[in-house]
């Protein structure tokens, strides 16, 4: 049961980090395009429209999403060893893992 609760927990924090992340991203995207469109001059009559770029999102954006807090990781791999669910020699890699980075 407490090895269900952990998985749960890391669920919710890396799925609220990605959409925060994401709406972050556009909302930072959208001052930018203001910004751009308020200092471009205005078009001539013969000037070509142009076009917004199509703006994809990848599975690798999401991928790259910024990863939990490495504190958080750490306290949830106290809380796994502390219910015998790691043994220390888990333990002590997965800790080398996140303070490496």
Do not use: H
């Not at 992340?21 to 471009?40: F, I, K, L, M, N």
């Not at 990848?58 to 306290?75: G, H, Q, V």
């Amino acid at each position: 049961m407490g090895l269900l609760r952990g998985v749960a927990r890391t669920a919710v924090v890396a799925g609220t980090a990605t959409a925060v992340s994401g709406r972050v991203q556009r909302r930072q995207q959208a001052r930018w395009d203001a910004q751009e469109a308020s200092q471009q001059p205005p078009q001539q009559e013969y000037a070509q429209p142009q076009y917004a770029q199509p703006q994809y999102e990848t599975a690798a954006a999401e991928a790259a999403a910024p990863a939990t807090d490495p504190l958080e990781r750490l306290k949830t791999l106290g809380d796994l060893k502390a219910q015998g669910i790691l043994s220390e020699a888990e333990f002590e890699a997965q800790k080398a893992k996140i303070l490496a980075g």
